[in-house]
């Protein structure tokens, strides 16, 4: 299966990295494909609103000759998308959030409507995020964009990954590490029942239906 990891923050050997690339290894074990794009690396605008890509209905693709495009066009090849992010002010990292709103274009007609479609319709989009606080008035946020992502690009759930508390990459030690290498197996698993895990302190029992 191909794997794209997103990863969205501008620290490339912090706590995000450190913690996706314990995934990434152990899919790779599994003997995936997996590729990452470092966001902050690539050139990417922020979205105009002009609507332009709207027009296109066979292809995504924004008017903008940035990185953007790339990245969309990989992601569309994917089967499963994992977001990597910081949480920068209870949300994704601005960086991240540029791509993001550029994801506007993988979408046509309106969201709920007969007409609603995705290009990455089906595909299993994961969530990872590192926070120095803990889950609570904190990271639900980031949690509800994420699931409401996952929406619009008429896509499943194959897990989040709360990792709260974090100080530096070097105290995130073995048990991190454990559950990061389960976040990974369970990454192609019954869509149905997602994971969801808050460490370390109490999960906040997400199981969306
Ligand atoms: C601009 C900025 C905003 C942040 N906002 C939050 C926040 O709202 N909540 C939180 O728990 N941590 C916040 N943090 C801390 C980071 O989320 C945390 O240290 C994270 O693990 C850093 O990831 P990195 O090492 O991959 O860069 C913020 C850090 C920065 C630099």
């Not at 003997?31 to 609507?51: M, P, T």
């Not at 890509?53 to 495009?69: A, F, M, S």
């Not at 949690?143 to 690009?153: A, G, H, K, N, P």
């Not at 590490?177 to 149905?192: E, G, M, P, S, V």
Request: net charge negative; glycine share 8%.
């Amino acid at each position: 299966m191909k794997v794209l990891s997103i990863f969205g923050g501008p620290r490339k050997k912090g706590n995000t990295s450190k913690v996706l690339t314990w995934v990434e290894d152990e899919l790779k074990e599994q003997g995936h494909q997996v590729e990452r794009v470092n966001i902050s690396s690539e050139k990417i605008n922020g979205c105009l609103g002009c609507s332009k890509c709207k027009e296109n209905l066979n292809e995504p693709g924004c008017i903008q000759k940035d990185d953007g495009n790339i990245v969309i066009n990989k992601m569309v090849s994917s089967d499963v998308v994992i977001y990597a992010s910081p949480l920068y002010y209870w949300g994704f990292s601005a960086q991240m959030k540029a791509f993001i709103d550029r994801c506007l274009c993988l979408y046509r007609g309106v969201c709920g409507s007969a007409e609603h479609t995705s290009f990455v319709e089906g595909q299993r989009q994961a969530l990872i995020v590192t926070a120095a606080d803990q889950f609570e008035n904190n990271l639900e946020l980031i949690q509800t964009s994420f699931q409401r992502i996952l929406v619009y690009d008429k896509a499943y759930s194959a897990g989040e990954l709360f990792i709260c508390n974090c100080t530096t990459p070097d105290e995130l030690g073995e048990d991190i590490k454990f559950q990061a290498i389960n976040f990974a197996k369970q990454l192609f698993q019954d869509t149905t029942t997602p994971y969801s895990l808050l460490i370390p302190g109490g999960a906040p029992n997400y199981a969306p239906k």
